[in-house]
């Protein structure tokens, strides 16, 4: 008779492998995905373009293995505690379309109150690094009221948070060693598709870096109109928003997991 343990172990690499296929799909649709939006060159409607698809295909790939977990999710509207961190990394194009929408949707009067919340972050967080925990509240400068005010086209980082106890997000919101247990399929999703469209972006000769949205939003509203068109020209002026290291990061741990488990991803 196997031991429990051996059994265990099985439904371990069972489980990882799972997860390993829903994140290698999701990667090569991210960055399938970028590829076809960047055919024709990098050009703003092209690159905000490639956000908004990869954000539809991990909406359409979300609403699968949503439907596999039970209990439900604890996340519902207004439930604003995720929303009030630093360290919401997002991909270029990600944010350039959410300044974009912004600019376009907004009246004048909402983005003077998003710029100053935007400072407001921005103040928050001097001194230090957006990636450190803190137990302090940092709120977005998109929250408005509890709710995130663009939130049709907020980041993939976004779309795959999730949580299974509402009492642990509050706890999280005081304590940052608090932990918040999630339906990890889903950031899967959201994870690999990141990790896909930035490494296409980089073949592309495209900024892939990840950067913190409460910071570029601080950097883009300060700096008026033409801040779109010259970070896809190349400026540099997100370098201080900016997380290098993320996508590089996760994707040698997930292929180190692949290996462990006997699952050999594609090449980057």
């Known amino acids: 008779m196997r031991r429990l343990n051996d059994v265990s172990g099985d439904i371990d690499r069972i489980a990882q492998k799972?997860?390993?296929?829903?994140?290698?799909?999701?990667?090569?649709?991210g960055n399938t995905l970028t590829r076809d939006s960047l055919k024709a060159g990098i050009r703003l409607e092209a690159v905000i373009g490639a956000a908004a698809d990869v954000s539809q295909y991990a909406d359409e790939a979300i609403a699968i293995v949503k439907d596999e977990y039970r209990p439900a999710l604890h996340c519902k509207e207004r439930c604003s505690y995720c929303c009030c961190?630093?360290?919401?990394?997002?991909?270029?194009?990600?944010?350039?379309?959410?300044?974009?929408h912004v600019r376009s949707t907004f009246s004048a009067d909402a983005i003077s109150a998003l710029a100053a919340r935007a400072r407001r972050y921005a103040s928050q967080i001097e001194g230090r690094s957006f990636d450190d925990p803190t137990d302090e509240s940092v709120p977005c400068p998109?929250?408005?009221?509890?709710?995130?005010?663009?939130?049709?086209?907020?980041?993939?980082v976004c779309r795959g948070y999730n949580s299974t106890s509402v009492d642990a997000c509050r706890r999280a919101h005081e304590d940052a060693d608090e932990l918040v247990p999630i339906f990890s399929v889903i950031k899967d999703v959201t994870d690999g598709a990141t990790v896909g469209a930035a490494q296409q972006l980089k073949t592309a000769g495209f900024n892939d870096s990840l950067v913190d949205l409460g910071s570029a939003l601080n950097?883009?509203?300060?700096?008026g109109d033409g801040f779109s068109a010259a970070v896809i020209e190349g400026g540099r002026a997100l370098v201080p928003a900016e997380n290098s290291s993320w996508?590089?990061?996760l994707w040698a741990r997930v292929r180190e997991t692949a290996r462990q488990v006997g699952v050999e991803p594609s090449r980057a």
Not at 18 to 29: G, K, Y
Not at 85 to 97: C, I, N, Q, S
Not at 144 to 152: A, K, L, N, P, T
């Open 142 to 156: 998109l929250l408005v009221d509890g709710r995130c005010s663009i939130y049709e086209i907020r980041p993939l």
């Open 247 to 249: 996508v590089a990061n």
């Open 18 to 29: 799972q997860r390993l296929d829903v994140f290698l799909a999701s990667r090569d649709a």
């Open 85 to 100: 961190k630093p360290g919401v990394l997002t991909l270029v194009p990600e944010f350039l379309r959410i300044l974009d």
């Open 219 to 223: 950097v883009a509203l300060a700096a």
